[in-house]
């Protein structure tokens, strides 16, 4: 399963480093169909890697799936899960066009949207996006704390050329589901956001 998650990790920022690079060593050279390409094959993984964070959620929550179901989930629900992740991406460069921190800022508020969309797939994404922003109101601080501190396991990636995303993969993804998992019930349980926004049905009293 971690060979698996990672693959589409680095098959879908793999393309994007290239790019970079490329764009580095020629930079006043025109975009090139490799430029092209590889935004194109980044944004059709998209459903992708969502699946991928929901496969980690859906194992802390005990379910143990199958590496299969990872894709067969990105498959099933390809169109909603590629709308709010093109929607999240979108929003958040817009924010960033202004300034850095007000992208930083959103980038944080929308970092939900992807376990929403997995746990309830009939949502739009920017439905998703709402319900995530609701979360993260007053927890922004917090969670900026967090992915800070994936950095330094980020650099060390980085180092040893990928390597240690055997480890580091399933570290920060099992974190930041557990994160949600902490916002979820925090959300519910104080009437942020009704349950039906997560897929869970409403408990009716006994007759």
Partial sequence: MTLATIAIYLISGGFSIYV???????????????????????????????????????HIRGFNPEWKSLYKEGIDNYGSYLVTGVLVNAFTVLWSLLFVVPGIIKAIAYSQAKYVIHDNPRLKGKE????????????????????????????????????????????????????????????????????????????????
């Fill in 128 to 207: 998703a996006i709402e319900i995530s922003k609701r979360m993260t109101n007053g927890f922004k601080g917090d969670l900026f704390s967090m992915y800070l501190s994936f950095i330094g396991w980020y650099i060390l990636v980085g180092l040893t050329g990928g390597i240690l995303s055997i480890y580091v993969t399933p570290y920060v993804e099992t974190t930041a589901a557990m994160y949600y998992e902490n916002l979820k019930r925090y959300s519910i349980e104080n009437g942020i956001v009704a349950p039906e926004a997560f897929g869970i049905a409403p408990v009716t009293g006994g007759a």
């Fill in 20 to 58: 970079n690079i490329a764009t580095v060593i020629n930079r006043d050279d025109p975009p090139t169909t490799v430029g092209y390409s590889s935004s194109i094959i980044t944004l059709l993984l998209i459903p992708f890697t969502i699946a991928a964070s929901g496969y980690y959620l859906n």
